[in-house]
């Protein structure tokens, strides 16, 4: 049987409340959300904690999926079944439904929130993956006001935020810029597992060009960093499977997996480049599908 | 601390730890020993239970974060004495073995079909991927959630041809005839 060590539970009913129980309690209180990172860590006994502060009562104020004309905002408390179920996400950045319906099993996904994962910062992780590869920015808000990081800035290390004392994660913004689209593929050895490895891949045109594209890879390293070499590989170029080939040789090259009960460091770079392959070849059929199925709209932008 | 919320439509209340599992407190503080207690991990399935309305591994949940809100277990499926479709389901086609994920999968069954009254069997299949049977008897409960679903897809066509009879025999009462 599996206990957590005593802790006192505290439940907060607004941002600012809990912000304000974190700064009174400091280091010794952790936030917890969906709790099926947490509460497992919990009961190993490798996290351990005074004060436990309960913030699902701020769903209401922060579980929102805003897609706006140059951004997406989604709120910390956004649970995973609400972004897999997301209409308008799916359309700006089909990524998100590719990687929703491979984490974890469906009742996880009804508890389970973005804030929470990416907090959680396991290089295994997937929606860290897909914030990485999307160029995602975290609003961190603490007693002082709010601070924007990059996902690069945001990751610290292997389960490290930029998260302090004191505050919270409350958003994650996400840029959109025109003629683009992005894919995500997982290679798991059971329905709900962690990732063997996972790819996420997002591409933006310029006519016949690529103008820019991102890949992010997780399970691979100690954090899900995106590769920079590969987009710059990519920028310019017109796609094709030999340009997908050359920046699946940089994904394999570029990480950093070690052999554990899930794979060989040798089958792992192989995932890398055949996972970053498909991801760049699905974001780009994507991009030309939306531009058939919708001339009105990629002509008059 | 005192925690009070709702089961099966009872309010309780009761003084526990704040590190006590939900499913702990559901089977050891009420007695309520239907939801079962499996892997601990989040894994297996078999603790399911709804929280307002939806389906959650109580294994992953303290009775704590449960204070306020609605809690249905599989005690709560059965309705004045007449078992949930999804339990008769499990009972005309064999939906169990040794019994022990039963009521995971069949509370997990009832949010999916109350959610999509016709799923496919890949929905099916999707729905109950968190939860692990190891008898692995995954094609007869896949038939008794299809049982389920086609038994109340009957009832309800049954009952709407009811109301049309009423409806039909209300007018020919009041028309010029």
């Given at each position: 049987m599996q206990v957590p060590a005593p802790f006192e539970y505290?439940?907060?009913?607004?941002?600012?409340?809990?912000i304000g129980l974190l700064g009174r309690l400091g280091s010794s209180a952790r936030l917890v959300a969906g709790g099926h990172s947490?509460?497992?860590?919990?009961?190993?006994?490798?996290?351990?904690?005074?004060y436990l502060i309960d913030i699902n009562d701020l769903h209401d104020e922060l579980g929102y999926v805003l897609v706006e004309s140059?951004?997406?905002?989604?709120?910390?408390?956004?649970?995973?079944?609400?972004?897999?179920?997301?209409?308008?996400?799916?359309?700006?950045?089909?990524?998100?439904?590719?990687?929703?319906?491979?984490?974890?099993?469906?009742?996880?996904?009804?508890?389970?929130?973005?804030?929470?994962?990416?907090?959680?910062?396991?290089?295994?992780?997937?929606?860290?993956?897909?914030?990485?590869?999307?160029?995602?920015?975290?609003?961190?808000?603490?007693?002082?006001?709010?601070?924007?990081?990059?996902?690069?800035?945001?990751?610290?290390?292997?389960?490290?935020?930029?998260?302090?004392?004191?505050?919270m994660l409350v958003e994650v913004r996400i840029p959109i810029r025109a003629n683009g689209s992005s894919a995500y593929e997982k290679v798991e050895r059971r329905a709900g597992d962690w990732a063997v490895v996972s790819a996420g891949a997002a591409v933006w045109m310029d006519g016949a060009t690529i103008s820019d594209a991102r890949v992010g890879?997780?399970?691979?390293?100690?954090?899900?960093?995106?590769?920079?070499?590969?987009?710059?590989?990519?920028?310019?170029?017109?796609?094709?499977?030999e340009l997908y080939a050359q920046a699946g040789v940089i994904a394999a090259q570029s990480c950093v997996p070690v052999t554990d009960m899930r794979g060989s460091v040798e089958y792992k770079r192989h995932l890398a480049a055949e996972l970053t392959k498909r991801t760049l070849r699905r974001s780009v059929a994507r991009i030309s599908r939306s531009r058939r199925t919708a001339p009105d709209r990629t002509e008059g932008s | 601390m005192q925690v009070t919320m709702n089961v099966n439509g009872n309010e309780v209340t009761g003084e526990i730890e704040a590190r006590l599992l939900l499913v702990h407190y559901l089977r050891?503080?009420?007695?309520?020993?239907?939801?079962?207690?499996?892997?601990?991990?989040?894994?297996?399935?078999?603790?399911?239970?709804?929280?307002?309305?939806?389906?959650?591994?109580?294994?992953?949940?303290?009775?704590?974060?449960a204070g306020g809100r609605k809690i249905r277990t599989v005690e709560g499926l059965e309705q004045n004495g007449q078992l949930d479709p999804v339990q008769q389901g499990f009972t005309e086609c064999h939906g169990l073995q040794c019994g022990f994920c039963t009521p995971g999968m069949m509370m997990t069954a009832r949010a999916l079909l109350d959610r999509k009254p016709n799923p496919s069997e890949?929905?099916?299949?999707?729905?109950?991927?968190g939860q692990i049977c190891r008898c692995t008897?995954?094609?007869?409960?896949?038939?008794?959630?299809?049982?389920?679903?086609?038994?109340?897809?009957?009832?309800?066509?049954?009952?709407?041809?009811?109301?049309?009879?009423?409806?039909?025999?209300?007018?020919?009462?009041?028309?010029?005839?």
């Open positions: 505290e439940r907060a009913t607004s941002v600012d409340h809990a947490l509460l497992p860590m919990m009961k190993l006994r490798l996290v351990n904690l005074e140059s951004q997406v905002r989604i709120g910390s408390m956004a649970r995973h079944r609400e972004l897999l179920e997301s209409d308008a996400l799916a359309e700006v950045f089909p990524i998100f439904r590719d990687a929703e319906q491979v984490i974890a099993d469906p009742v996880v996904r009804n508890r389970g929130t973005i804030g929470g994962s990416i907090c959680q910062a396991d290089p295994s992780e997937d929606l860290s993956a897909v914030c990485t590869t999307l160029g995602a920015s975290c609003v961190i808000r603490g007693s002082s006001g709010e601070r924007v990081v990059t996902m690069e800035d945001f990751y610290r290390g292997p389960y490290e935020t930029a998260v302090g004392d004191g505050e890879l997780a399970a691979v390293g100690p954090n899900t960093a995106g590769i920079p070499a590969i987009s710059e590989a990519l920028r310019g170029q017109v796609p094709s499977e | 050891d503080h009420l007695g309520l020993t239907g939801t079962h207690w499996g892997c601990d991990t989040s894994n297996c399935g078999t603790c399911v239970v709804w929280m307002d309305g939806e389906p959650v591994k109580s294994c992953t949940v303290l009775a704590a974060m890949h929905e099916i299949r999707e729905a109950i991927s008897g995954y094609a007869t409960i896949v038939r008794s959630i299809q049982w389920a679903a086609a038994h109340e897809a009957a009832s309800a066509a049954e009952a709407a041809v009811a109301d049309a009879s009423v409806t039909v025999d209300s007018v020919g009462v009041g028309g010029p005839s």
